[in-house]
């Protein structure tokens, strides 16, 4: 029974003094924060990681020090005087992340909504038209995954433009319909709609066959359909290929329908015609192509067309 009581009982100093507490230790340190620290140190270095384990020594060695607490890896703009600042900055970071990612939006078409009426003035219909670009579209989608805010996004896009335009290579955006009512022949202007978009697109027509048939005639074909990709979609690019071609032919290729009113039979021949030029021994890389039939098809293409 004395042994029990003895190991039960507080430690006593040497005088045999009461006061239950063993000495204090040297220093005069706190002996709690000594033994958690060791504890600490002990239950990292038991963990298995090494990282675990260097920052609870870390830990315990500032504690120590009586210096605050700097997780691994904490940028400076983080760090405080003690841990209050320390954890005040890191609230002031979080929260200035959660703000940014509350901008992201849930849906990729929000990216188009652009603030027209504060745009550049110069640059407002090549925003608008992105509304409609599939190559926009795209990069929005990438915006999104990556997290990046509509104000942001917008902000970059509007600079881009802006350059270009300063730079005078922004491109005016292309009206599909002002540019075909600008192609109407004025022997067609008091047709009904129907057989004035058929004169727009027979004037169109002849203008792609006569850069298409100067081909055989010594034109690089990847001249002629840069010349196509470039001129045809503008009202000024096909005039612009009617006044070469009227050139060489003195016909008054504006004219398609020659003011009757309808089609004339040259534009169901040239039909024929080009049907037949799509045939596989009529193209000069095959093999079946045939030099004495392409130049026979060819005289009668440019009779019906007037080259």
Not at 28 to 33: H, N, V
Not at 138 to 149: G, H, L, N, Q, S
Not at 194 to 212: S, V
Not at 256 to 267: D, I, N, R
């Amino acid at each position: 029974m004395k042994s029990l009581l003895e190991k039960y009982l507080p430690v006593r100093d040497a005088e045999g003094a009461g006061g239950g507490g063993g000495a204090a230790p040297a220093g005069g340190g706190d002996p709690a924060g000594g033994a958690g620290g060791a504890a600490a140190a002990a239950a990292a270095g038991g963990s298995g990681d090494p990282a675990a384990a260097a920052a609870a020594a870390a830990a315990a060695a500032a504690a120590a020090a009586g210096q605050p607490y700097r997780p691994q890896g904490l940028p400076d703009t983080m760090f405080g005087k003690d841990d209050r600042e320390t954890m005040d900055k890191m609230a002031n970071a979080l929260t200035g992340y959660r703000q940014r990612d509350s901008a992201v939006p849930d849906k990729i078409e929000a990216y188009n909504a652009f603030e027209i009426d504060k745009a550049p003035e110069a640059i407002r219909p090549q925003l608008q038209a992105l509304t409609k670009d599939p190559l926009f579209g795209a990069v929005a989608k990438v915006a999104m995954e990556e997290r990046i805010p509509v104000a942001t996004m917008h902000k970059l896009t509007t600079a881009l433009y802006a350059q270009a335009a300063e730079a005078g290579i922004l491109e005016a955006v292309v009206d599909p319909a002002a540019e075909r009512a600008a192609l109407l022949p004025e022997a067609a202007k008091s047709l009904p709609p129907a057989q004035q978009d058929a004169a727009i697109d027979a004037r169109m027509q002849a203008n792609e066959d006569f850069l298409k048939l100067m081909i055989p005639q010594g034109l690089d074909k990847g001249v002629a359909e840069h010349g196509l990709l470039m001129l045809m979609d503008t009202a000024q690019g096909n005039q612009l290929i009617e006044f070469f071609a009227s050139k060489m032919t003195g016909a008054d290729r504006a004219q398609p329908f020659g003011g009757s009113g309808a089609a004339p039979a040259a534009a169901t021949a040239r039909e024929s015609l080009r049907a037949q030029l799509a045939a596989p021994e009529m193209q000069p890389q095959h093999p079946k192509f045939d030099r004495a039939k392409f130049d026979a098809l060819d005289e009668q293409y440019k009779k019906v067309v007037g080259v």
